[in-house]
């Protein structure tokens, strides 16, 4: 089992950058590969970001797509989700998720542990 703590959110203005932190605990965090969704008031949880567990296949969403990067250290049991030029659209609680052996894909489902969540709010 792994516990999931995200860090790094704000409020911030359009155009600027923020890095967003999720600490894994517990063993074995190479075998998950991990992503990143985000949830907007009123509506659905929607996917932004994954990794494999090596760290050699990345996934993005199109929404995000040559502005966020997603990485991974493993050896400090965390993923990272660099967000460059911001919008308000991506005003939103950023949630890292866990998915033990996985390949990394965008299917919520795939996934089995879930962090609280970090708020990201940007104005223009």
């Known amino acids: 089992q792994v516990q999931l703590a995200e860090s790094g959110g704000g409020s911030v203005q359009a155009g600027d950058s923020l890095r967003l932190s999720c600490a894994a605990s517990?063993?074995?965090?190479?075998?998950?590969?991990m992503s990143w969704f985000r949830q907007a008031p009123g509506k659905e949880r929607e996917f932004a970001a994954a990794i494999s567990r090596s760290g050699s296949n990345l996934i993005y969403a199109d929404s995000v797509k040559g502005r966020f990067t997603i990485s991974r250290d493993n050896g400090k049991n965390t993923v990272y989700l660099q967000m460059n030029s911001l919008k308000p659209e991506d005003t939103a609680v950023y949630y890292c998720?866990?998915?033990?052996w996985g390949g990394g894909t965008s299917d919520r489902r795939a996934y089995e542990y879930w962090g609280q969540g970090t708020q990201v709010t940007v104005s223009s």
């Open positions: 998720a866990a998915d033990l």
């Open positions: 517990g063993r074995m965090f190479g075998g998950y590969a």
